[in-house]
Structure formats: structure tokens, C-alpha cells
């Protein structure tokens, strides 16, 4: 899939804890027949996503799904969720983000938003106490 990475430190609104948020996002530019390829590759199921801005955890490097060493921090989540709505209220019906964290190989997580876009979330891997927001796994796979 071609992707943009975002290259921003931040994400408006985001909690990050000041951590940076650089190369953990990725703009999907590729037509969704790639997407659906990706997902029927990669994915293993699909993630809640909470109903309201305000229910996400209030510490950005909180994870929101775990695997073994891996994990998708609610700040990416909700910094994907704000990339493709904006700072407005969402449906949470439009929008499916798919569990890509295997255990041997992790991979970027999509979050699709019907009939606008997809943005990959890069895992952030994790070794004993160290947590990486900055994804070690880039969303460029």
C-alpha cells in the first residue's frame, strides 16, 4: 500500500504525554482494493472504538489492544479517529479499525472511515518497560 507518513510531532487534542507521535500515522493513498487486500492479509478480527472522544483513556500512552510486545496506544487511536473526522462529533458506526497485531508480526493497523479514507496506525513495540509511541514499526510496510 502507498502511504503518507505523518511526520507531525503531535496531533491536536491528543494527550501524548510528550511523547511524539511522528511516523506512528499514515494517510493510505492507495485504492481500497489495496486496503482490502491488506486487511485480508494481515487482519485477525476488528477493535472497539470508544463512543466518544471523551471515553478514550486520559493518558495517551495508555494501550487500547495488546499483543505479547505490541500495542496500539489510545493517542494513535484517537489521533487516526481525528485525522479522518476532525474534531467534531463521530459515528462510531462509520469507522472499523482492524486488529493487525500478530504475535510473531506485528503490522500497522488500518482504521477505515466509509466512504472517506483509511489511515495506518504503527504498532508501538514494546521491550519489558519501554514504551514507544514514536513506532518502532513504522506504518510504512
Do not use: K
Amino acid at each position: 500500500m502507498d502511504v503518507l507518513v505523518s511526520r507531525r510531532g503531535s496531533v491536536p487534542h491528543v494527550d501524548t504525554r510528550g511523547a511524539v507521535l511522528a511516523e506512528v500515522l499514515g494517510i493510505v493513498v492507495s485504492p481500497s482494493s489495496a486496503v482490502d487486500r491488506y486487511v485480508d492479509e494481515h487482519a485477525d478480527g476488528t477493535l472497539d472504538i470508544p463512543q466518544y472522544y471523551s471515553r478514550f483513556p486520559e493518558r495517551g500512552d495508555e494501550p487500547v489492544h495488546s499483543v505479547e510486545n505490541s500495542s496500539l496506544w489510545s493517542a494513535c487511536v484517537e489521533g487516526a479517529l481525528r485525522l479522518l473526522n476532525g474534531n467534531g462529533q463521530y459515528a462510531r458506526d462509520e469507522f472499523t479499525l482492524y486488529d493487525c497485531l500478530d504475535d510473531s508480526n506485528p503490522m500497522p493497523c488500518p482504521m477505515l472511515r466509509d466512504d472517506v479514507g483509511c489511515v495506518l496506525i504503527a504498532p508501538a513495540l514494546s521491550t519489558d518497560t519501554d514504551h514507544n509511541l514514536t513506532g518502532s514499526n513504522s506504518a510504512v510496510d
